[in-house]
C-alpha cells in the first residue's frame, strides 16, 4: 500500500498552513479566535497558580513560522475592527480591557499593534500612573470610573485600579500615604480591594460593559533581556528609569499579588488572560484572539431598519437623484 508522504520541510508547511488560513471564512476566524485564547483564560479557579502558566511557548516552526503569526494578526486586526463597528453602530454594550504587567512585558507594543485596525473614535486608552494629589483626595475607582468607555466603545486600561493590590500591597509607604482614616487600615484591607473589585466589574457587566483582563506573563530572565536592550540600544533609552530596576527586586511579592488577584477576581463574566508575554507577536495573537472571542459573545448586529425606515430610504433616494443643480 502507498503511503503519502508528508513533507516536513518547514518552509512546505509554512505555506501549506498560510493557504489554509487564507481560506478561512470570519466565522472561521473567530472560531479559532475562541479556542486559541481559551487556553490562556481564568475565570475562577480556587487552585489557580502561575507557575501553571507559561511566559514562553515555544513556536514549533521557528523563525519560519513568523508569516503565520504575522498573518494570523493581520486576520484577528481585521476580524476586530469588524466587530468594533457593530460594537459602535448597535451602541448598547461596552468593552473595557484592562492590561496589567511587570515593566517591560510589552503593554504599550500589544495595545498599539492589537487596536491598529480600530477606528479611533470608537476607543480611547488612559494610562493610570501614581495618583495625583486631586486623585488622593477621592476613593481610589474615582479616576477609574471618570474613563469607563461609554456606549458601543472599547476602552483600554494601561494599568488600572489593580494598582491598588499590586504596587501599593508591595509597598507599605504607599498605602500609608492614600490618607485613609486610620481605622480603615485593616488586616483584611487587600481582601476587601479584592472583593470591591469583583464587585464594580459584576455591577459593569449587569450595566453592559464587559471587563477583560489581561495580564502580560513575562519571565524576570526576559525582562532583564528587555531592560538591557534599553540601556544598550540608544532608541530605547527613554523607555528605561532606575525606578523599574528597583521594582524589580520586589519580583517574588509582585508575583504572589498578581496571582491572588488574579484567582480572586477572575469570574465568567470578567476572566483574566494570563498571556505569555515572552515572545511579542504570540502574546499580540493571543490579546487578538481574547477580544474576539469577548466581543463574540456579545453578538452584536448592525441596528435593524424596519420596512418602514427601507422605504423611506428609497423615497430621499429618489429626491437626490432628481435634484436639480
Ligand atoms: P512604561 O514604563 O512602559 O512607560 P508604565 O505603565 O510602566 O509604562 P510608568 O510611568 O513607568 O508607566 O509607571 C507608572 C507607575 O505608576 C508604575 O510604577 C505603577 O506601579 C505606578 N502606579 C500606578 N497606579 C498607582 C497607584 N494607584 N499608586 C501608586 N502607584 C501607582
Ligand atoms: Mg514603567
Known amino acids: 500500500m502507498a503511503t503519502k508522504k508528508i513533507n516536513t520541510d518547514p518552509k512546505v508547511v509554512?505555506?501549506?498552513?498560510?493557504?489554509?488560513?487564507?481560506?478561512?471564512?470570519?466565522?472561521?476566524?473567530?472560531?479559532?479566535?475562541?479556542?486559541?485564547?481559551?487556553?490562556?483564560?481564568?475565570?475562577?479557579?480556587?487552585?489557580?497558580?502561575?507557575?501553571?502558566?507559561?511566559?514562553n511557548v515555544d513556536n514549533e516552526l521557528g523563525k519560519a513560522g513568523k508569516p503565520i503569526a504575522q498573518q494570523l494578526l493581520q486576520?484577528?486586526?481585521?476580524?476586530?475592527?469588524?466587530?468594533?463597528?457593530?460594537?459602535?453602530?448597535?451602541?448598547?454594550?461596552?468593552?473595557?480591557?484592562?492590561?496589567?504587567?511587570?515593566?517591560?512585558?510589552?503593554?504599550?507594543?500589544?495595545?498599539?499593534?492589537?487596536?491598529?485596525?480600530?477606528?479611533?473614535?470608537?476607543?480611547?486608552?488612559?494610562?493610570?500612573?501614581?495618583?495625583?494629589?486631586?486623585?488622593?483626595d477621592h476613593?481610589?475607582?474615582?479616576?477609574?470610573?471618570?474613563?469607563?468607555?461609554?456606549?458601543?466603545?472599547?476602552?483600554?486600561?494601561?494599568?488600572?485600579?489593580?494598582e491598588e493590590v499590586l504596587v501599593v500591597r508591595v509597598h507599605d509607604e504607599i498605602l500609608k500615604a492614600q490618607k485613609l482614616p486610620e481605622k480603615l487600615i485593616?488586616?483584611?484591607?487587600?481582601?476587601?480591594?479584592?472583593?470591591?473589585?469583583?464587585?464594580?466589574?459584576?455591577?459593569?457587566?449587569?450595566?453592559?460593559?464587559m471587563v477583560v483582563k489581561i495580564f502580560l506573563n513575562v519571565s524576570k530572565k526576559e525582562q532583564k533581556k528587555r531592560f538591557l536592550e534599553r540601556?544598550?540600544?540608544?532608541?530605547?533609552?527613554?523607555?528605561?528609569?532606575?525606578?523599574?530596576?528597583?521594582?524589580?527586586?520586589?519580583?517574588?511579592?509582585?508575583?504572589?499579588?498578581?496571582?491572588?488577584?488574579?484567582?480572586?477576581?477572575?469570574t465568567e463574566q470578567s476572566p483574566w488572560y494570563v498571556v505569555p508575554a515572552d515572545n511579542k507577536p504570540f502574546a499580540r495573537m493571543v490579546i487578538a484572539s481574547a477580544i474576539i472571542a469577548a466581543l463574540d459573545s456579545m453578538k452584536l448586529a448592525y441596528p435593524k431598519v424596519s420596512p418602514a425606515q427601507v422605504a423611506e430610504l428609497q423615497i430621499l433616494k429618489k429626491e437626490l437623484l432628481n435634484e436639480i443643480g
Open 139 to 162: 476613593d481610589y475607582l474615582w479616576r477609574c470610573t471618570k474613563n469607563l468607555p461609554e456606549r458601543g466603545r472599547i476602552g483600554i486600561f494601561n494599568r488600572s485600579y489593580y
Open 75 to 136: 486576520f484577528g486586526v481585521q476580524t476586530l475592527a469588524g466587530m468594533q463597528d457593530k460594537l459602535y453602530a448597535q451602541d448598547r454594550w461596552s468593552l473595557l480591557l484592562i492590561f496589567q504587567a511587570m515593566d517591560a512585558a510589552g503593554k504599550d507594543g500589544a495595545i498599539k499593534h492589537v487596536m491598529s485596525g480600530i477606528n479611533p473614535q470608537g476607543c480611547q486608552v488612559t494610562a493610570f500612573k501614581a495618583p495625583s494629589h486631586e486623585e488622593l
Open 14 to 55: 509554512v505555506e501549506n498552513k498560510l493557504t489554509a488560513l487564507k481560506e478561512l471564512d470570519k466565522k472561521g476566524v473567530v472560531a479559532k479566535a475562541k479556542k486559541f485564547s481559551n487556553q490562556y483564560k481564568v475565570v475562577g479557579d480556587k487552585k489557580f497558580k502561575l507557575k501553571d502558566f507559561a511566559t
Open 186 to 209: 485593616t488586616k483584611s484591607i487587600w481582601d476587601d480591594r479584592l472583593e470591591d473589585m469583583r464587585n464594580f466589574e459584576s455591577y459593569l457587566s449587569r450595566n453592559g460593559t
Open 231 to 266: 540601556i544598550d540600544i540608544p532608541e530605547k533609552n527613554w523607555k528605561f528609569s532606575s525606578a523599574d530596576l528597583h521594582e524589580r527586586k520586589y519580583w517574588k511579592q509582585y508575583m504572589a499579588a498578581y496571582e491572588e488577584l488574579i484567582k480572586k477576581t477572575a
